[in-house]
T-cell receptor
Framework: NAGVMQNPRHLVRRRGQEARLRCSPM?????VYWYRQLPEEGLKFMVY????????ESGMPKERFSAEFPKEGPSILRIQQVVRGDSAAYFC??????????????FGQGTRLTVV | DQQVKQNSPSLSVQEGRISILNCDYT??????FLWYKKYPAEGPTFLIS?????DKNEDGRFTVFLNKSAKHLSLHIVPSQPGDSAVYFC???????????????FGQGTILTVHP
């Protein structure tokens, strides 16, 4: 999973600030998924993107959260006006263009967001 | 609503013995299941998977069993090694919509400790 790069690894934000989390998928992968892991919980699906398209954002909070995956560059998960409850580990996963259900997504190392 | 449940938060096993991690699910539309291993400060790493048309899949020391009628799956690790100590997550995919993408629903995880 070292091929999926997330940065920063750790991010500290004060309440009310914006957080930007970046995910560069593995080479040749055009599908990106974002997951959030709250303390003592499993990973929860947030959003699924392909290049320039949001395919499924059913797990995204309705407000303050947005995601994009531009034609060039990494996928960005943006959290506006962060609150303490946003503190979590955010994981990105990527899978190849010919992805099928039998193909396993590869995860990055995650970004640990701490809101103070 | 927790559609994938790992009811044992932790499991402790002696090196060389068998580790059995359990997972239950409630959504009958899940048709593909995966196990991931996660070390602290790293992303989940895929271990083994099983399709709902099978009841067993084996890969080296790892075997996954699926009991569809009971909506239960288990991961067997034999023999267990100290390096297996990690958090293990089961995950499920609902591909009934034919979208064939990797949106995963995770359990809460089980911390496995293998003692030398």
């Amino acid at each position: 999973n070292a091929g999926v790069m997330q940065n920063p690894r750790h991010l500290v934000r004060r309440r009310g600030q914006e957080a930007r989390l970046r995910c560069s998928p593995m080479k040749g992968h055009s599908h990106v998924y974002w997951y959030r892991q709250l303390p003592e919980e499993g990973l929860k699906f947030m959003v699924y993107l392909q290049k320039e398209n949001i395919i499924d954002e059913s797990g995204m909070p309705k407000e303050r959260f947005s995601a994009e995956f531009p034609k060039e560059g990494p996928s960005i998960l943006r959290i506006q006006q962060v609150v303490r409850g946003d503190s979590a580990a955010y994981f990105c996963a990527s899978s190849p263009r010919t992805h099928t259900v039998a193909t396993e997504a590869f995860f990055g190392q995650g970004t640990r967001l701490t809101v103070v | 609503d927790q559609q994938v449940k790992q009811n044992s938060p932790s499991l402790s096993v002696q090196e060389g013995r068998i580790s059995i991690l359990n997972c239950d699910y409630t959504n009958s539309m899940f048709d593909y299941f995966l196990w991931y291993k996660k070390y602290p400060a790293e992303g989940p790493t895929f271990l083994i998977s099983i399709s709902s048309i099978k009841d067993k899949n084996e890969d080296g020391r790892f075997t996954v069993f699926l009991n569809k009628s009971a909506k239960h799956l288990s991961l067997h690790i034999v023999p267990s090694q100290p390096g297996d100590s990690a958090v293990y997550f089961c995950a499920a995919i609902d591909n009934a919509g034919g979208t064939s993408y990797g949106k995963l629903t995770f359990g809460q995880g089980t911390i496995l400790t293998v003692h030398p």
